[in-house]
């Protein structure tokens, strides 16, 4: 099974931006689609963004036109940019693997970054 382990979490001001980069373990990472999800205490994880096999990319609608996924094959990593935070995006980001390739099968997970947008 991959490993994923999740860095670039933080405190940072409203409006402000943060880095996520999530590294994976495995020799086929690039045939795998990579997405992010964030989980609030006592709320469902919620879906964020993914990137697929091709790098085709979907986003929720939360952070549509703030947060962009992109993926580095060589470097077995994929990193969310997140801009433009608000207080509500606080929550552990977590980064999942689908070896399906498309984004819809996610069974991996990291064990989670957490990210805190103050007012």
């Known amino acids: 099974q991959v490993q994923l382990v999740e860095s670039g979490g933080g405190l940072v001001q409203a409006g402000g931006s943060l880095r996520l980069s999530c590294a994976a373990s495995g020799r086929t990472f690039s045939s795998y689609a990579m997405g992010w999800f964030r989980q609030v205490p006592g709320k469902e994880r919620e879906f964020v963004a993914t990137?697929?096999?091709?790098?085709?990319?979907y986003y929720a609608n939360s952070v549509k036109g703030r947060f962009t996924i992109s993926r580095d094959n060589a470097k077995n990593t994929v990193h969310l940019q997140m801009n433009s935070l608000k207080p509500e995006d606080t929550a552990v980001y977590y980064c999942?693997?689908?070896?399906?390739?498309?984004?819809?099968?996610?069974?991996?997970w990291g064990q989670g970054t957490q990210v805190t947008v103050s007012s």
């Open positions: 999942a693997t689908d070896p399906s390739g498309l984004g819809g099968r996610f069974n991996s």
């Open positions: 990137i697929t096999w091709s790098g085709a990319t």
